[in-house]
């Protein structure tokens, strides 16, 4: 195993012990077998509240100062890349409105200006993600509020063709929407790989499984509308340009509460962008899901049991990592800002010692420390949780010998592994190898091809 992480650590003490996987090329990134991310802008809970939140205790990696843009990873909004065409208030058009009524080489030009400026490291190695969600690609998905692209899309075509007739306008206006929304989603990503190779390059969102049906199913499955699916197809282009897919599953207070439908809701739009990633002519980009600590729109925390069927499930599911996201109102107040503490050093920072430490434990015992373990069945229930009768999550200073740093919480064994020695997770996990090595076991070596 690389010098860097979990190698270093002693057998009886699994600590989470790389400091910041993200000095080192992203190909090392998706080589783990899995970690998460912090990415939210909590800095003030310190600065103006006086209230620390030590993230480096917990295998969650986070900016310097702990902001969106920055060393480790920068979220694009739509006003931060190029220039990205929609319609704002009132229906004004900024840059166009529609994608095919904007210049794509003003918006690469502006864009690559913008890029430089906001990573400017050459050898950045971070997560890249680029956020626009006024309009979808596809245009059968701009419905409610974004119908503003059907409409702006028709009129273009109705003054070039004022003799056509509606079905003629619709088809030409489809036709020219896709096209120009193509371009810029996929030139973009592809100017992003192209100045920052070693980035993970991707749009939030994106894919995503339209499972929203908890909302008003009594009889939940959880799964894929076939038609969103088939639609999801059509994009096969965006996951052969992408080097990462960033799915969220975010809990709305409608699933609160409601432990199956959460689970089924988080298992189904993993299970999709896994799917999707094959479908890819190319090395598959890693899925990264975003995640929320608490229900949208609140300050209401996921309990243990919600953990576990979302940074849980997708740990089981194949995930490289998560995306752990939240907004200013984690920093808003003091009042805030003890609790998002509390939370995390009490139940969140707990959980991802504990699923990160077994995620490593089955990558060495199973795959020969170069693969990632995932469920042998999908719809299973066996995760990559620590034996409770060998391991327990203890506080650092409960440990004998003196404290010299590291992290405050650690998973502890009972007892030392000897060499050799299984985990018990192989009867219901299997490997996914990482890039140049193959087999069961990933023990085969092959030829690396290079990401594109």
């Known amino acids: 195993m690389d010098k860097l992480g979990r190698g270093m650590c002693s057998l009886v003490v699994f600590a989470i012990c790389f400091v910041s996987v993200l000095g080192r090329p992203s190909s090392f990134l998706t080589h783990l077998p899995f ?116 409409k702006g899309s028709r009129a273009l075509v109705k003054a070039k063709h004022s003799t056509w007739k509606p079905d003629q306008i619709e088809k030409e206006a489809v036709r020219e929407f896709e096209d120009a929304s193509r371009a810029f989603m996929e030139e973009t990503l592809k100017l992003g790989r192209r100045e920052r190779p070693g980035g993970l390059w991707g749009f939030y969102g994106f894919p995503c499984c339209y499972n929203y049906q908890y909302k008003k199913n009594k009889t939940y499955t959880g799964e894929c509308p076939a038609l969103e699916m088939k639609r999801n197809d059509k994009l096969v282009w965006l996951w052969n340009v992408s080097s990462a897919l960033y799915p969220d599953i975010y809990l709305d207070l409608g699933l609160r509460g409601r432990g199956q439908d959460i689970l089924l809701y988080s298992r189904h739009r993993i299970l999709e962008a896994m799917r999707v990633r094959e479908q890819t002519t190319h090395r598959p980009p890693s899925v990264f899901p975003y995640a929320r600590i608490a229900y949208t729109y609140s300050m209401e925390f996921l309990s243990q049991e919600d953990l576990v069927h979302t940074i849980g499930e997708s740990i089981a599911l194949g995930a490289a990592g998560v995306v752990l996201w939240g907004d200013g109102n984690y920093s808003q107040t003091k009042k805030a800002c003890v609790a998002v503490r509390d939370y995390l050093d009490n139940t969140l920072g707990r959980y991802i010692v504990n699923v990160t430490e077994a995620a490593f434990l089955c990558s060495q015992t199973v795959c020969s420390s170069r693969g990632r373990c995932i469920r042998r069945d999908p719809s299973g229930t066996a995760y990559l949780h620590l034996d409770p009768a060998e391991w327990s999550i203890v506080p650092r200073t409960k440990l004998p010998g003196p404290v010299t740093g590291g992290p405050s919480y650690v998973a502890h064994r009972r007892f030392r592994m000897v060499e050799g020695e299984t985990s018990g997770f192989a009867a219901s996990f299997r490997c996914q190898c990482f890039p140049g090595w193959e087999g069961e076991q990933c023990q085969k070596p092959v030829p690396v091809e290079p990401s594109t």
């Open 35 to 150: 970690f998460s991310i912090w990415n939210a802008p909590t800095e003030r809970c310190t600065s103006r509240f006086g209230v620390e939140l030590d993230l480096s205790v917990f295998d969650i990696v986070h900016n310097r100062n702990q902001v969106f843009m920055g060393d480790n990873i920068t979220i694009f909004y739509s006003d931060k890349l190029g220039e990205y065409p929609y319609y704002g208030i009132g229906g004004e058009p900024v840059y166009g409105g529609v994608p095919q009524n904007a210049s794509l080489d003003r918006h690469l030009r502006k864009a690559d200006n913008d890029l430089r400026t906001d990573i400017p490291d050459l050898g950045f190695h971070g997560f890249a993600v680029i956020d626009w969600e006024k309009w979808r690609p596809l245009w059968e998905r701009n419905w409610d509020a974004k119908e503003i692209y059907w």
